[in-house]
């Protein structure tokens, strides 16, 4: 009987124990699962404060002015990035035209993944370009950004309706400029890019200073676009920053290709050959190497702004004087030695002041002279003669080809005018912009 009652009270201890061990078992797979639980609640938690904070890409984007566009909004604007929205592309993104209910027609710039080394990288470029706002320069709206190193990093510009001044320059289309809007582009580029240098503390250097960064606005004024290449300038004392060198062959200055010293001169210089090329509408590089400096320089400094002026501009009442100055001015601008050249503030006024003082050509006498026509190639022509312009009727200019990084024009060609013996000498090679 106490032998029975010891054994019933073993197995009630052991009845017993055995119980506690399931509780205590379930307890622990309890907790076990309510931190797993918690785990990956403040994992995605966190994932999606990550998110957030990506999106406002680290910055504040009402504090810097700007609108942050998600992914989807852009997609939808640009009929998912297509073919038909491009509208130009290049070595740094591709650049999209995207409608907007609210505001409208603007300009999508989507960065290729390996333009941004670094997250951080982009978010400086978006508070870079944030201080900027001048009517010169095409103005940031806003930005997008993806989480990860691959994620898309896409700003967004407002849009410029007329094309880049390249366009104008190649004659693609049969566009062409009169002497007063060429001269009022030059000027209003030249203020935008001052303002960069001389309007914003740090500085900003451009760095890619050509005809297709500079964009036709509605009232056919120049706006400068694309700082895909920017870069804070000298601060203080300092009269460069060493740098990398970047930037678009026939465009980069020379001093800083040999040194690294990256100062504002380097895109004065850069200007300079724009400014050739507003007169001549020639390539900065034709196909024989032959740079439009040394191919204008001789004209320029004999006073001879006929022989090199742009076609489109000897068949119409043109401003010689004015068109002399710029050609002089370019040539400074490309001085050998950047402390030899004019500041981009002194560039934009020299201009105006030189316009204001010859705005018209009103005031001016001309002759005219009746040259005689030549059966053989069938050429005939008139010309108006004075110092202040020329007008020639009736000249049937032979064309050549353009090419352009497969974008093919055709233009006139004009090298040299000799009022005495109406010698026409084409320019027949293939070109290169």
């Known amino acids: 009987m106490a032998m029975r009652f010891l054994l019933e009270d073993s197995q009630t201890h052991d009845h017993s124990h055995n119980h506690k061990q399931q509780i205590w078992l379930i307890l622990i797979i309890v907790i076990l699962i309510a931190l797993l639980g918690f785990s990956v609640f403040f994992f995605f938690c966190r994932r999606k ?39 130009g592309s290049g070595a740094f993104g591709n650049v999209y035209k995207g409608s907007f209910e609210g505001e409208g027609a603007l300009a999508i710039k989507r960065a290729h993944v390996e333009s941004y080394q670094t997250t951080e990288e982009f978010r400086n470029e978006v508070r870079l370009l944030s201080t900027v706002n001048h009517p010169n320069l095409v103005g940031l709206v806003g930005f997008s950004e993806e989480s990860g190193p691959k994620g898309a990093k896409i700003l967004v510009y407002e849009y410029v309706p007329h094309g880049s001044l390249l366009e104008y320059i190649i004659g693609r289309g049969g566009r062409n400029l009169t002497w007063r809007q060429r001269v009022n582009i030059a000027i209003g580029a030249a203020k935008g890019i001052a303002h960069l240098h001389d309007g914003i503390k740090p500085s ?38 060493s740098s990398q060198v970047k930037g678009t062959p026939g465009y980069l200055d020379p001093a800083y290709c040999t040194s690294f010293h990256l100062s504002p001169f380097s895109d004065v210089y850069s200007f300079g050959v724009i400014l050739l090329q507003l007169i001549s509408g020639r390539p900065a590089v034709d196909m024989t190497r032959n740079h439009i400096i040394d191919w204008a320089r001789p004209s320029i400094e004999r006073g001879n702004i006929e022989e090199i002026l742009d076609t489109t501009l000897l068949s119409k ?61 069938g050429i005939s022509f008139e010309q108006d003669c004075s110092q202040s312009f020329v007008s020639i009727d009736g000249v049937g200019f032979q064309k050549f080809h353009i090419e352009l990084d497969s974008i093919s024009s055709q233009s006139n060609s004009l090298r040299c005018f000799e009022i005495n013996s109406a010698s026409i000498d084409i320019d027949k090679e293939n070109l290169k912009y």
């Open 49 to 87: 404060l990550n998110r957030k904070q990506s999106h406002n890409g680290g910055l504040k984007a009402e504090k810097l002015k700007l609108r942050y566009f998600k992914l989807e909004e852009l997609e939808k604007a640009t009929d998912n990035f297509s073919a038909d929205c491009l509208l």
């Open 204 to 241: 900003i250097i451009h760095r890619d200073i050509k005809p297709s960064n500079i964009l036709i606005g509605e009232r056919f004024e120049a706006k400068v676009s694309d700082f895909g290449l920017v870069k804070m300038g000298p601060i203080g004392d300092q009269s460069h920053v």
């Open 317 to 377: 009442p043109c401003n010689m004087e004015m068109m002399l100055k710029m050609g002089e001015l370019g040539l400074r601008c490309v001085a050998k030695t950047p402390k030899d050249r004019p500041t981009m503030t002194q560039v934009w006024q020299e201009l105006e002041n030189t316009f204001n003082e010859h705005p018209s050509l009103s005031s001016k006498t001309t002759t005219t002279t009746k040259l005689p026509q030549s059966t053989e190639q």
